[in-house]
């Protein structure tokens, strides 16, 4: 007995989500996954105040740690193309698409910076990883990148070596 009840159950259930993927399918839903540039929580909140207004939008999720940003849409109004040429002029890169020079301009620095780079506050803006920050930011003519806020100096750098000064 407590067999049949189940299998109704775990039937109905399945029944349940077919018939919502029909739903959604029937009024042209679709959903795309994009990945971009963004590094911290203001590019979330960049993100919030603008991709809801996208035309076509039905909803999104912005995931921090990947920054990938997944978008539901009407299928009807809108296609990734559409979605993704709309990330970029936000300043950011969507997939293959690249962040609008201007608008990527206008973002604050620590949006500009690349993925594991923000977050730090050292004033060159390119530290990576925790166990000794990497400075992929120095040319060979600049070398130093004094006025780090824990008060280190990067003498010495050349093309993206890692100092060992942080903690």
Wanted: proline share 2%.
């Amino acid at each position: 007995m407590k067999r049949i009840i189940i299998l109704a159950l775990v039937s109905l259930i399945t029944l349940g989500v077919s018939a919502q993927q029909s739903k959604q399918a029937s009024k042209g839903e679709q959903t795309v996954t994009i990945q971009t540039n963004g590094v911290c929580q203001k590019c979330a909140d960049k993100f919030k105040e603008n991709v809801p207004y996208f035309k076509g939008v039905k909803s999104y999720n912005y995931d921090m740690k990947t920054a990938k940003l997944t978008i539901n849409y009407d299928a009807k109004r809108t296609n990734p193309d559409q979605l993704r040429q709309e990330v970029s002029k936000l300043g950011y890169n969507a997939d293959n698409v690249k962040a609008d020079p201007a608008a990527r301009a206008k973002l604050p620095a620590c949006c500009r910076a690349e993925k594991g780079a923000g977050g730090c506050g050292h004033s060159c803006g390119n530290h990576g990883n925790a166990n000794g920050h990497s400075c992929g930011n120095h040319q060979e003519s600049a070398k130093g990148c004094a006025g780090h806020q824990d008060g280190k100096s990067c003498a010495g750098h050349q093309d993206g070596k890692s100092c060992g000064n942080h903690k």
